[in-house]
């Protein structure tokens, strides 16, 4: 991180920031994370990256999430997952959507099912074991 601002290298910050926001909500800083991920999410906007800067959207939700402030992660996670989609990125946008249903479910358990459900749908043509799991985590949801 020291190393971008010395350098004054915005796309080098952004990034960092990033990786900064989960380290530091991995260790219970979650005030931290949420600076480091907006921080991170204006720079990338600034930059036109809008793929990272959906990114810190989806780390402030779910740094709110695990806050138990679902209604401001639903709004970060519904920014990731429409600029994902946007894009096309169909990976982040499944992640991201999976976040929201699970940000929504204790308010609107039927709406999280949809988006479990169309999460299930995105990762249809994904054979890794971290979206094999996911989807195993989904469907038990889902039962």
Do not use: C, P
Not at 95 to 108: H, Y
Request: aromatic share 8%; proline share 0%.
């Amino acid at each position: 991180m020291d190393i971008a601002l010395e350098l004054r290298d915005h796309v080098l910050e952004g990034y960092w920031l990033l990786y900064l926001g989960e380290a530091q909500r991995a260790q219970g800083k979650t005030a931290e994370a949420l600076t480091s991920y907006q921080r991170s999410a204006v720079i990338h906007r600034r930059l036109g990256d809008r793929s990272r800067e959906a990114l810190a959207w989806h780390g402030a939700g779910g740094t709110y999430q695990r806050l138990d402030r679902n209604g401001e992660a639903v709004d970060f996670h519904r920014r990731a997952v429409a600029v994902h989609k946007d894009v096309g990125d169909t990976w982040h946008h499944a992640v991201a959507l999976d976040s929201l249903a699970s940000s929504l479910r204790s308010e609107d358990a039927v709406q999280a099912n949809r988006y479990w459900e169309d999460v299930l749908r995105l990762l249809s043509n994904y054979g890794d074991a971290r979206a094999v799991k996911m989807r195993e985590r989904i469907e038990g949801q889902l039962e």
